[in-house]
């Protein structure tokens, strides 16, 4: 399993090194479009790939520096961007262990901070959300977003967007609301930072910045982000949330899987090969679910979660063919063809951040922690790491409508039902890849965390 932390001593420690990658980046600025060239290092198993790309229309031209998690790969992109494109500027280094986080600089510590690349993400609610009866002025009442005041640099915060698609779930009629919401997302991608995404090879490293790059998350899926475990022959990803509400939940749930078909279906020009579980159970609209999602579904699972073969990572990916931009366009015409080469500029100034949010952050620190049994390693320490009281922690946490007690439990429980339902181990390895001493203990923990015993997940 590959989703793990440096020691909290680190998270300082990088800090010099962040400031010093920010000030490396280079602007290249011209009347109709910004070509950008970010430097940065990737460790660990990282790869840095380098290709050139055109970005035409309304295309992005984007560099992103080579900041790899894990067995990530840095894209860079040069853009020769022509007619209205956008350089959008991305910085932030990964280590050795898979996150680039340096205390509270880069992770997002209140839901409030506007963060999330919102201006195709909105363009994309909207025209799901009319074609189904919605009232825009309804749409985007409370949610504090103004449609006249979008730009392609509009930034939102995570309790901004949120709202909105508490709107949309509220307005919008059909049962197929949240699968057309990803399909949308998917509509919009050539014409967001995700164009970059065409530059990749093969379909893991596509998969590796969709679904875990905090870069592309904040462009196409700011609600979720992905856990990744491995078995021998499957990558599970199990999505958790921010700033979701139970009510939300399986709503989000169809819009992040149906955003990640559709978005992997775009870039990669094929359908890929991907299986699905829900821990609900079966929907009335099951065939809402089978058009959107395809037919590998399974319901009343333990868990939440996308799954693909291995043998599907290593399949390149086919360079489909750009279509006319003009054509598709989703995008207003009074925000994009009659503005001015002072507005132009603007755009290009936005800055995409590898940043974490709390609760992911909080998670990740939870697993690694308790799978490395980390001594002396808890609330308060994480609280210090961020130069901060617990008060000020619990508050911020409230924030987002979790605690850390909540973010502890979740990943607990996802950490054991992947190991006994999926890789079916033995108590002992269980306990130990836990963090979890005495095996009395392990057994009263699973069953606290999932109501079933080690033996009953297992079958």
């Not at 619990?394 to 502890?408: F, M, P, V």
Request: with cysteine; glycine share 8%; charged share 20%.
């Amino acid at each position: 399993m590959d989703l793990t932390l440096p020691r909290l001593n680190a998270l300082r420690d990088s800090a010099d090194e962040e400031k010093a990658a920010g000030a490396q980046r280079r602007y290249l600025t011209g009347l109709s479009g910004v070509g950008v060239s970010v430097n940065g290092d990737a460790d660990g198993l990282g790869v840095g790939v380098s290709v050139n790309g055109d970005a035409d229309g309304l295309g992005v031209g984007v560099s992103v520096n080579g900041g790899a998690d894990g067995l990530g790969v840095g894209v860079s992109v040069n853009g020769d961007a022509d007619g209205l494109s956008m350089g959008v500027s991305v910085h932030g280094d990964a280590d050795r262990l898979g996150v680039g986080v340096s205390g509270s600089d880069n992770v997002v510590m209140s839901s409030q901070e506007k963060v999330i690349f919102g201006y195709w993400l909105v363009q994309a609610v909207l025209n799901v959300s009319l074609s189904r009866g919605a009232n825009k002025n309804k749409l985007l009442r409370g949610t504090g977003i103004f449609e006249d005041a979008l730009k392609p640099n509009t930034l939102l915060s995570i309790n901004q967007y949120s709202s909105l698609l508490v709107n949309v779930q509220n307005q919008a009629k059909g049962g197929d609301v949240s699968f057309l919401l990803g399909g949308a997302l998917a509509s919009q991608w050539l014409f967001s930072p995700l164009s970059v995404l065409k530059s990749c090879e093969d379909v893991e490293q596509l998969l590796l910045h969709l679904v875990q790059h905090q870069i592309f998350r904040w462009c196409s899926l700011p609600l979720c982000q992905f856990q990744r475990f491995e078995t021998a022959d499957h990558i599970i990803l199990v999505p958790q949330f921010t700033g979701v509400s139970s009510k939300q939940l399986q709503f989000i749930i169809e819009v992040a899987f149906a955003s990640v078909v559709a978005l992997m279906k775009s870039i990669a020009n094929k359908r890929l090969r991907l299986s699905f579980t829900f821990t609900g159970s079966r929907p009335k609209n099951i065939a809402d679910y089978e058009t959107h999602l395809g037919l590998k579904l399974s319901f009343n699972r333990p868990f939440n979660s996308i799954c693909i073969e291995k043998e599907v990572l290593r399949e390149p990916l086919e360079k489909a063919v750009q279509p006319n931009y003009s054509a598709g366009l989703q995008v207003s015409s009074k925000d994009c063809f009659n503005e001015g080469a002072t507005q132009i500029k603007e755009r290009a100034s936005v800055d995409l951040h590898n940043r974490l949010s709390l609760p992911d952050f909080v998670r990740r620190y939870v697993y690694v922690s308790s799978s490395t049994q980390a001594s002396n390693i808890g609330l308060p320490e994480l609280a210090d790491a961020f130069d901060i009281s617990v008060a000020t922690l619990k508050r911020k946490l409230k924030e987002y409508g979790t605690s850390y007690r909540s973010l502890c439990e979740e990943v607990q429980r996802n950490h054991a039902l992947l190991l006994l339902s999926v890789q079916k181990v033995s108590n002992e390895a269980a306990a130990n890849a836990m963090g979890i001493n005495d095996l009395p203990n392990f057994r009263r923990t699973v069953k606290r965390l999932t109501g079933k015993t080690p033996s009953e997940l297992r079958i």
